[in-house]
């Protein structure tokens, strides 16, 4: 009889490793390992990933690259959307995990596999965003979680492992931490209360340089497209060409406390220097090229796109429906935004759009009036009050005169 096909989503780590000699020798399973490379491994760890795969009884190991299509269906969006989730974390590697599932699924799919696995435990979001992203665009294909259903203990594995005839330095690192093209997320002791936070050695970036820099990002319809004045056509290579510098700074560390989708609260510090410096680059040049009530509908879909995202919506169709309006809103969001980097921090100078909205002939604010008198604007002044002249006026009639 056929031995049964699953394909792991394999990570290297403990948890994926013991899947694999589990489903092997326990179950009878033929095992097929994929890593979904969303730009936060290099060339020489996806290597010894490979190797580690083979080494534990994997058939078969594939590294399927979807960095480029990561930023085309996902990272331009959140952009777009200016996208920071409690007003604070980019959705930095959780938004990787979608896209890592559907690449999953399809290789699954691809090589006609009749389950498909993956490492994640009971407690965290992860487990939700795999298994439903499986569920919608594979459901014919049986879902296999060992870590989340054997509830084993960290030692269980290393000495299953051990006994099997794998050994290797799974040593708990005293931080977990989980690298991607669009930040890296930080966990440790300090993020499992409410009352301390990540120490300086805990970020994988360390800081560099002491004194200031001028950093230029050119965008063109709300794309990154040069940085410092050298053209990118490649946008992930313009996304890491600003972490290269940004990062020397220990420029966006911060923690993000949020309601997590199973329900309780969850913390995780992060480092995203490229993320930040870029969305609040983006929304600088927002604020000079759009107008007040495209920026306000914006903002509200782009809240509700990370939320979904974030909450692993991102096949629902509404999701196809706002990436349209991000899309359309971006028309005129082209130009040059100015900033000065510092250590931990950076400020917004300026910038210059043949699309801003402030180089008009009608006035400057607090200046010149060019498009209306004085007149006008005592006219205007009057019919906007109104309202409320009508409403306080009522309220005196009637006897409850409002208290201001």
Same mark, same amino acid.
């Given at each position: 009889m056929d031995r049964k096909k699953v394909v792991l989503a394999f990570?290297?780590?403990?948890? $994926?490793?013991?899947?694999?000699?589990?489903?092997?020798?326990?179950?009878?399973?033929? +095992?097929?390992?994929?890593?979904? =490379? $969303?730009?936060?491994? $290099?060339?020489?760890?996806?290597?010894?990933?490979? &190797?580690?795969?083979?080494?534990?009884?994997? +058939?078969?190991?594939?590294?399927?690259?979807?960095?480029?299509?990561?930023?085309?269906?996902?990272? !331009?969006?959140?952009?777009?959307? =200016?996208?920071?989730?409690?007003?604070?974390y980019p959705i930095s590697v959780s938004s990787e995990r979608i896209f890592q599932a559907i690449a999953t699924i399809r290789y699954a799919k691809q090589i006609g596999a009749q389950a498909v696995a993956h490492g994640s435990t009971g407690a965290g979001n992860?487990?939700?965003?795999?298994?439903?992203?499986?569920?919608?665009?594979?459901?014919?294909? @049986?879902i296999i979680t060992p870590t989340r259903d054997l509830g084993l203990t960290r030692e269980y594995e290393i000495e299953y492992l051990r006994q099997h005839g794998f050994v290797a330095d799974f040593t708990r690192l005293e931080y977990s931490i989980n690298k991607g093209l669009w930040g890296t997320s930080v966990g440790g002791k300090e993020t499992l209360r409410s009352d301390q936070t990540l120490p300086e050695e805990a970020y994988p970036s360390p800081l560099v340089e002491t004194? $200031? @820099? @001028?950093?230029?990002?050119?965008?063109? !319809?709300?794309?990154?497209?040069?940085? =410092?004045?050298?053209?990118?056509?490649?946008? +992930?290579?313009?996304?890491?060409a600003v972490e290269a510098i940004a990062a020397r700074y220990a420029i966006?560390?911060?923690? *993000?406390?949020?309601?997590?989708?199973?329900?309780?609260?969850? !913390?995780? /510090?992060?480092?995203?220097?490229?993320?930040?410096?870029?969305?609040?680059?983006?929304?600088?040049?927002?604020?000079?090229?759009?107008?007040?009530?495209? &920026?306000?509908?914006?903002?509200?879909?782009?809240?509700?796109? /990370?939320?979904?995202?974030?909450?692993?919506?991102?096949?629902?169709?509404?999701m196809r429906d706002m990436e349209r309006f991000l899309e359309s809103s971006q028309?005129?969001?082209?130009?040059?935004?100015?900033?000065?980097?510092?250590?931990?921090?950076? &400020?917004?100078? /300026? +910038?210059?759009?043949? *699309?801003?909205?402030?180089? =008009?002939?009608?006035g400057e604010y607090g200046e010149v009036m060019k498009a209306w008198t004085p007149d006008d604007v005592k006219g205007f002044i009057?019919?906007?009050?109104?309202?409320?002249?009508?409403?306080y006026n009522v309220q005196q009639h009637a006897g409850q005169p409002e208290e201001v």
């Amino acid at each position: 009889m056929d031995r049964k096909k699953v394909v792991l989503a394999f990570s290297g780590g403990l948890d $994926t490793s013991f899947a694999v000699k589990y489903l092997t020798e326990e179950k009878g399973f033929d +095992v097929y390992t994929a890593i979904a =490379n $969303t730009g936060g491994f $290099t060339d020489k760890e996806l290597a010894a990933i490979e &190797q580690r795969a083979l080494a534990l009884g994997a +058939v078969r190991h594939a590294t399927l690259d979807i960095t480029q299509d990561y930023y085309l269906r996902s990272i !331009r969006y959140m952009v777009y959307g =200016n996208v920071l989730r409690g007003g604070t974390y980019p959705i930095s590697v959780s938004s990787e995990r979608i896209f890592q599932a559907i690449a999953t699924i399809r290789y699954a799919k691809q090589i006609g596999a009749q389950a498909v696995a993956h490492g994640s435990t009971g407690a965290g979001n992860d487990q939700v965003r795999f298994d439903l992203t499986f569920q919608v665009l594979a459901p014919e294909i @049986e879902i296999i979680t060992p870590t989340r259903d054997l509830g084993l203990t960290r030692e269980y594995e290393i000495e299953y492992l051990r006994q099997h005839g794998f050994v290797a330095d799974f040593t708990r690192l005293e931080y977990s931490i989980n690298k991607g093209l669009w930040g890296t997320s930080v966990g440790g002791k300090e993020t499992l209360r409410s009352d301390q936070t990540l120490p300086e050695e805990a970020y994988p970036s360390p800081l560099v340089e002491t004194g $200031t @820099e @001028e950093l230029t990002l050119g965008f063109e !319809r709300g794309e990154l497209c040069s940085v =410092n004045g050298k053209p990118y056509a490649d946008k +992930v290579a313009a996304i890491r060409a600003v972490e290269a510098i940004a990062a020397r700074y220990a420029i966006g560390r911060d923690m *993000h406390i949020g309601d997590t989708i199973v329900g309780i609260k969850g !913390r995780v /510090g992060f480092e995203a220097a490229a993320p930040v410096v870029i969305i609040a680059a983006h929304k600088m040049l927002e604020k000079h090229t759009l107008t007040k009530w495209q &920026q306000y509908w914006k903002d509200q879909i782009g809240t509700w796109y /990370g939320m979904f995202l974030h909450e692993a919506q991102y096949l629902d169709p509404a999701m196809r429906d706002m990436e349209r309006f991000l899309e359309s809103s971006q028309r005129n969001v082209t130009g040059e935004v100015i900033l000065n980097l510092r250590p931990y921090s950076y &400020q917004l100078v /300026g +910038v210059r759009s043949k *699309h801003d909205l402030m180089n =008009n002939d009608f006035g400057e604010y607090g200046e010149v009036m060019k498009a209306w008198t004085p007149d006008d604007v005592k006219g205007f002044i009057k019919m906007m009050a109104t309202p409320m002249k009508i409403y306080y006026n009522v309220q005196q009639h009637a006897g409850q005169p409002e208290e201001v």
